[in-house]
């Protein structure tokens, strides 16, 4: 049986690095050693990549929320509902997504009705994202009509900026308190 070969090694020394194995170790050890460090400055940066993806208007963006808060300690909730882009989307706990700004209006005439809950406080604030787009996560307390306590949890709401205003696209929640086991 024949062998036919594509390329011949013309130089004997050169043929004898590739068969001995001294090429690939000679050239491939720096360069994966390099590749290596490389990832690991990466990987030891990357907080601090993160925290500078930071929207210049972070304050801006934390606003919106606060903004809520008060329309809500107000009982405006058709002012909520301005804070929402037109196809804005409510991720409620337990239930199925609510989509558009007159839904979410309707969902918040049942669930934040005056009677119901007195206002909300956010802290805890984390802003990630950049000139058009941000994320905020933060710590909600909602409050009833006497200004205690009634639900304590955790928000993540989407943002896009929509003519030089930041409004909230997605909005997603849930309560910290511990589920309770169905009663057989």
Known sequence: MAVVRSFEIQDRSLQRLFITGTFVMTFTKPFASFLGASMALVLQCAPAMAASTQPSDAAAVKAVTEQFAADLAKGDLQAISRLYTDD?????????????????????????????????????????????????????????????????????????????????????????????????
Do not use: C
């Open 88 to 184: 804005a989307r409510l991720l409620p706990p337990n239930a199925d997504p609510i989509s558009g700004r007159a839904a979410i209006l309707a969902y918040f005439e049942k669930t934040l009705r005056p009677d119901l809950v007195g206002g909300a406080t956010f802290d805890h604030y984390e802003i990630y994202g950049g000139e058009n787009a941000a994320t905020s996560l933060s710590q909600i307390r909602m409050l009833d009509t006497k200004g205690q306590v009634i639900e304590r949890g955790k928000q993540t709401i989407v943002l896009l900026k929509q003519d030089g205003k930041w409004k909230i696209h997605r909005d997603m929640w849930s309560d910290n308190s511990p589920t309770h086991a169905a009663e057989p």
